[in-house]
């Protein structure tokens, strides 16, 4: 804006200055003309008025002027002149101004050089005899002049310009300067020119529906950025590129990295097949769901394509973390496939058994061995159930888990009680040492889980061996010890007893009766009570398990 009205100041006061200048010397040169011919006719008339009184003599002085006087007859042959010798002059009749004096008493005429540099004013007045004087002066034409006052001229328009130039940037930037020092936040506070009133108006009026606008944009940005940082789920929004557009906390978790780089593809986030099928098929357009296995996880990718108008313009992946779910999915089919084999092996006796029964290949004294062999395997499969449906109400979290105070002591010798038959059949001596302590828990798991510690420390004892009980109210737990003077356990097996239906071989060898269930219902009673399990066992030494209740 400045420089357009730079260049039309500059431009409009070039162009008076150029007009104003032709003019001046137009009118200048058109006054001093006229001056000039009034002065050419006085003399004209004076030099005439000479002539007729004294003839050619009063014609000799004028030799001395520095115009040139010349005397014409009737017939416009020269009689005198005064600067040429008269007889080498043509005939002047036809000359315009000889012509006007001989009809109207004057005439006058101009007539330029062949260079147009110089030009002769002519004026001629007609004598009473007929003959006429002609007085001429030789004067510079207008273009001399102007080629004559052409450097001056150069040097003043030189300066001209540069007094125009400042001049016109000062005006250019003194109009400029208030618009370019509007506010453009709060317009309508300045208003220097009345004409801008209705602009800044305007401008005030979108000044404040763009900040509503993007108080709204910033709400909702917010609002995203609220919902997706406390979601777990990663979400990570792709240009057409593949360029990581957005992403929230979940997903930098879930893919364990740090940040991604401005504008990064989002394969450098993962370079799995899977994680690049989906990415692909989004941007392609369609949707694809994937599991990829990441460092330590499993997660499974949700990719959406994003359309605008029609057209696909990026994607939206939804990573979910699907860890837990994979091993659970894991465990319960490892689980389904462990009881169908455990459940087979005594329906499969039970089956034979009565198979031979049903045969009549038994003899009558045989029956009640086969019978009692029946009732033993039914009894196991009823055991397993049992403990089947007790895991499977921990899992599941079903019990009525009304959490009590309950005296641990108390509960501890009413299991040695119900087991001190089975003790000394084995011949184990149970010793219990213990003190008055209480816990908050769910009476029926824990004396499940005292229970089948007790049974397992009585069933993998030696004859003759001990199991002993202890129960200690300390400073931060409550610690319950069940050990035994038993078979032990090895070092490989000892991480793997608390498994579903993990049963150590040699024990199994000696039939001792397990369904491989009895820890794992400890392990999870010990967790519904927030409590830890530990263990130490060593080959033909014997076992201790110990059952810490945090306070
Ligand atoms: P089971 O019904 O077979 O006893 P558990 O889950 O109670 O099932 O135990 C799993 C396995 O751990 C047992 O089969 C046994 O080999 C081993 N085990 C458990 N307790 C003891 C113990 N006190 N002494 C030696 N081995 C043990």
Redesign the pocket.
Known sequence: MTKRIFRAVFGVAMVMMLSITALVMGMMYEYFSNEQYKQLRSQAIYVAAGTQMNGQAYLLQTKNLSNRVTWIDEDGAILFDSKVDPTNMNNHKDREEIIAAFENGEGSSVRYSATILKKTVNYAVKLQDGTIIRVSEETISLFSIFLIMLQPLVVILVASILVSVALSFRTAKKITKPINDIDLERPELEVVYDELTPLLRRIAVQNKQLYDQMRELERQKQEFDTITSNMQEGILVLDMKAEVLSYNKGALLLMGIESPKDSSSVYELNRSEGFRRCVESALSGNHREENIQLADKVCQVFANPVTQERMVAGAILVLLDVTEREEREGLRREFTANVSHELKTPLTSISGFAEIMKNGMVKEADVPRFASNIYDEAQRLIQMVQDIIKLSKLDEKQIAMEKATINLESLVREVVKRLEPIAEKKGVTILVDTEPVSVVGVYQVLQEMVY?LCD??I??NRTDGMLTLTLQNKEKEVLLLVS?T????AKANQSR?FERF???NE??SKE?E???????IVKHGAKLHNATVGLVSELEKG?TISISFPK
């Open positions: 089948n397992n420390g069933r993998y035994d038993g078979i032990g356990i007893i993990y049963r150590v024990s199994r001792t397990g369904t491989g269930l009895g820890l794992s076992t």
